[in-house]
């Protein structure tokens, strides 16, 4: 079978070669997948770049989500049959023409469901319905603040907390998001490039805190998301998406500093909270909360509640553009990579 390796980090155009490979055999509780399209996301560029801890090392195939046909059970999976369209969460090895995947992070997806909607409700739906569901307990009418809200886990979950009638600021760099998002019912679209957030929130808000803010993108952010906060409010982390301005160790530990330092009473005192997500943890020590996170977000799409976009649509031969076009930060939505 064909994969694409990373072989050098860097730049797009220097970092992959497709290469010949075995296709690799399912253990007892995988399904090997013959891929029909794969999903990028912003950890496949932290990864290229170098800044990815927990990818594996070079040359790699990297790669969270696919879609595409089972191709064949390990001896342990019941649910599955050959031939049975699905997506499946690959924890890399996804930018292949065969991917494993673990039977319980695999879900049939509707024959119509076109490659980039399906790939989309793996890593980036599943992780927008982990934060909005299972960890913020999103309630109707809340106050919410979503950074980066134009991108893959941002669409998901402004389409989950329009589903509870909540109020949203959501923030992104550019005018052309802007009116992505006031078409996704964004109340109060923010181009961080023009208007600071703290001031819009606290204007719009006069007064009032937020019930909940989504920041993938760490540092200062995570301390003035805090401040924003009322009584009752969480703000969860879930990225670093500011740490790939830096290159080097100070610029890193800057950034790590600009969290800011918390005390449990600030929380006590304050009656807020502050909670932190990675899907791959969460997957290693509760594995059932992610298959549940899938079923619930296939469902919802059925139902019509979820809407996925797909922002760009690649072949394997446009790798590279398809990596630079997600790294340049103007991409929304969902990026597929298709066979
Ligand atoms: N913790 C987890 O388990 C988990 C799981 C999935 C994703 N994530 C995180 O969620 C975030 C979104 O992932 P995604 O795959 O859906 O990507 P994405 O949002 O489609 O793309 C990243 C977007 O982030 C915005 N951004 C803001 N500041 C940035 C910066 N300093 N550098 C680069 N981009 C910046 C850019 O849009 P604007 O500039 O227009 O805002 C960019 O388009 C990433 O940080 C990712 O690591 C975490």
Redesign the pocket.
């Given at each position: 079978m064909k994969a694409a390796y990373l072989v050098r980090y860097g730049t797009a155009s220097q970092a992959f070669e497709i290469r010949e490979t075995e296709i690799p055999t399912p253990s007892p509780s995988q399904i090997l997948i013959q891929v029909e399209g794969f999903g990028l996301?912003?950890?496949d560029v932290?990864a290229r770049l170098g800044l990815y801890k927990g990818a594996p090392p070079n040359p790699a195939i990297l790669g969270y989500d696919v879609v595409g046909r089972v191709a064949k059970c390990g001896t342990d999976v019941v649910d599955f049959e050959q031939g049975d369209r699905v997506i499946a969460l690959t924890r890399f090895g996804g930018y292949a023409e065969y991917a494993l995947a673990e039977g319980f992070v695999s879900q049939r997806v509707p024959e119509d469901l076109p490659p980039g909607e399906a790939v989309a409700l793996s890593?980036?739906y599943c992780?927008a319905y982990f934060l909005s569901h299972l960890m913020a307990n999103l309630q109707q009418k809340d106050r919410v603040l979503i950074h980066?809200a134009?991108?893959?886990?941002?669409t998901a979950l402004v389409q989950m907390a329009k589903a509870k009638n909540c109020i949203i600021f959501g923030?992104?760099?550019?005018a052309e998001?802007i009116a992505y998002l006031e078409q996704a019912g964004v109340q109060h679209p923010i181009n961080y490039r023009k208007e600071d957030f703290v001031e819009v929130v606290r204007k719009v808000s006069s007064g009032h805190g937020l019930d909940v803010v989504f920041d993938?993108?760490g540092g200062k952010s995570v301390k003035q998301g805090f401040k924003l906060l009322g009584a009752g409010g969480r703000i969860l982390s879930?990225?670093?998406?500011?740490m790939?301005?830096t290159s080097n160790i100070f610029g890193k530990l800057k950034v790590l500093g600009q969290f800011g330092f918390y005390h449990p009473v600030q929380f006590l005192s304050g009656s807020r909270g502050m909670i932190g997500?990675?899907?791959?943890k969460v997957a290693d020590d509760n594995p059932r909360k992610i298959a549940y996170a899938m079923q619930k977000v296939i469902e919802m799409t059925s139902q019509g509640i979820l809407k996925p976009f797909v922002g760009g649509e690649f072949s394997i031969n446009q790798l590279v553009e398809a990596h630079e076009y997600?790294e340049s930060?103007k991409?929304m939505g969902k990026i597929v990579v298709k066979w």
């Open positions: 996301n912003f950890a932290m890593t980036q992780t980066a134009a991108g893959g886990v941002g923030t992104c760099g550019s998001k993938p993108i879930y990225g670093l998406s500011s790939n301005q997500v990675n899907m791959l997600l930060r991409s």
